[in-house]
């Protein structure tokens, strides 16, 4: 089955993600971050008079997560620009020259006339 000369290709590779893999994806990246942030609260209950400053870091870190991880999770469908183009063009066929004509320069009434001995009528 031969393509038609005038029709567009393109490359699966450039094709986006699926919704469902995409929304999927972020999910799992939002709850990982939500898990972290849960542990570093109750980190930073239980260590609070044991170590404070480590206590204090993973407090920091309970309160910033949670903008961070929605930051995260709503980054998802824009275009990465390192995909290559999507479109890839058809190849270029080489046309075929024309066969040389022999006697170009003989052509037309004249010519006739002339190869029937110079008789015109």
Do not use: C
């Not at 204090?56 to 390192?82: D, Q």
């Not at 063009?89 to 170009?104: C, E, I, Q």
């Amino acid at each position: 089955m031969r393509k038609q000369g005038g029709t567009e290709v393109f490359r699966i590779t450039g094709a986006r993600q699926g919704l469902a893999d995409d929304v999927r994806g972020r999910q799992r990246r939002y709850v990982i971050s939500m898990s972290v942030r849960t542990v570093s609260v109750i980190l930073a209950a239980v260590l609070w008079n044991v170590e404070r400053y480590v206590a204090i870091v993973a407090l920091v870190l309970g309160v910033l997560l949670p903008y961070v991880a929605v930051v995260i999770a709503n980054a998802g469908r824009e275009n990465t620009p390192s995909l290559p183009s999507t479109f890839v063009p058809a190849p270029m066929r080489p046309m075929l020259d024309a066969a040389p004509v022999s006697g170009a320069a003989e052509s037309g009434p004249e010519a006739d006339g002339a190869r029937h001995g110079g008789e015109t009528t």
